[in-house]
């Protein structure tokens, strides 16, 4: 399944042909393809277990497929290790940020933003140091945390952390930006901060979203594809997908929050 139906002139960004993994006799992911453009703005979505993060896992390399690949805006990474395929532009914020209580808020963003494996040359380029915070203070900026900069990040609350995870995301310029829940736990407020912050994004980096705010999804999405038990329901347009009917009974209780009725189950 593919959300375009042609390769886009402009190219793959990222596209997923059969990707499998199980975990013994569960398979979480099960036969995922998934073709994207790049600038792509696509969301999965699903019931809880049904193999979200398993795939950002596979697709940022924190874990690896059984079968099936992985390209990268042409290049292979099925097999590359987490840092290869972040040097070659792929970004994650987590469900949990990963956030260094005992550094400043900046700081975070300046260490995120410095190539793996090259930090211990980062303090004999004192330069390319300013470079990194100058443009670390500008991710703050955009997401709304340029007062926090110097504080310590223990110091934040749970909305701002996730912010700096999402700043933190960016500072590595990627060109494939992985969102696990970013709108888990937030106020509604920040939940409209956020939407901003999405809205901001280049158009030169393609998002993959996993979200159970419906409301996020269909702000952010352009296509979206529904997992159930690892595999694809379906990839669509954004509405066309909400709207599809095996969304309905995967979906019911679990996207809202609310339970389903237990004399209808629904
Ligand atoms: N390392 C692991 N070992 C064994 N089982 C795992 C492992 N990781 C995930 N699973 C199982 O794989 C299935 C998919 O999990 P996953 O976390 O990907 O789902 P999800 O759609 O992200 O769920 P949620 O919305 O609750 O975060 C679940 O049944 C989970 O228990």
């Known amino acids: 399944m593919t959300p375009t139906t042609t390769a886009a002139p402009t190219g793959t960004a990222l596209e997923l042909t059969g990707v499998t993994r199980a975990f013994g006799s569960l398979t979480a992911v099960d036969d995922v393809s998934l073709r994207l453009p790049p600038g792509a703005r696509h969301a999965v979505i699903g019931p809880n277990g049904a193999g979200k993060t398993t ?28 840092a290869r ?88 310029e990627p060109r494939l930006l992985l969102l696990d829940e970013p709108a888990a736990g937030l106020t ?13 994004l280049p158009q030169s980096v393609a998002v993959i979203l996993v979200e159970h705010h419906v409301e996020v999804v269909a702000h952010f999405a352009r296509t979206v594809t529904v997992l159930a038990a690892g595999r ?24 809202t929050g609310t339970a389903p009725d237990p004399k209808t189950g629904r």
């Open 232 to 255: 694809v329901l379906v990839t669509a347009p954004t509405g066309e997908a909400l709207a599809h009917p095996s969304v309905r009974d995967a979906y019911r209780g679990t996207v």
């Open 55 to 82: 795939l950002l896992n596979l697709i940022a390399g924190t874990d690896r497929p059984d079968r099936g690949s992985i390209v990268l805006g042409g290049a292979d990474v099925t097999r590359t290790s987490t």
């Open 85 to 172: 395929r972040s040097r070659a532009g792929i970004a994650r914020s987590f469900q949990q940020p990963t956030v260094i209580g005992a550094l400043t808020v900046l700081d975070n963003v300046v260490l995120a933003g410095w190539p793996h494996g090259g930090l211990g040359a980062a303090w004999r380029r004192p330069a390319r140091l300013r470079e990194r915070a100058a443009a670390a203070g500008s991710h703050l900026e955009a997401v709304g945390l340029a007062d926090a900069a110097h504080w310590p990040a223990s110091r934040l609350s749970h909305g701002q952390r996730r912010m700096l995870d999402l700043a933190a995301a960016l500072a590595g």
């Open 188 to 200: 509604d407020g920040d939940i409209g901060r956020l939407l901003t912050l999405l809205d901001s």
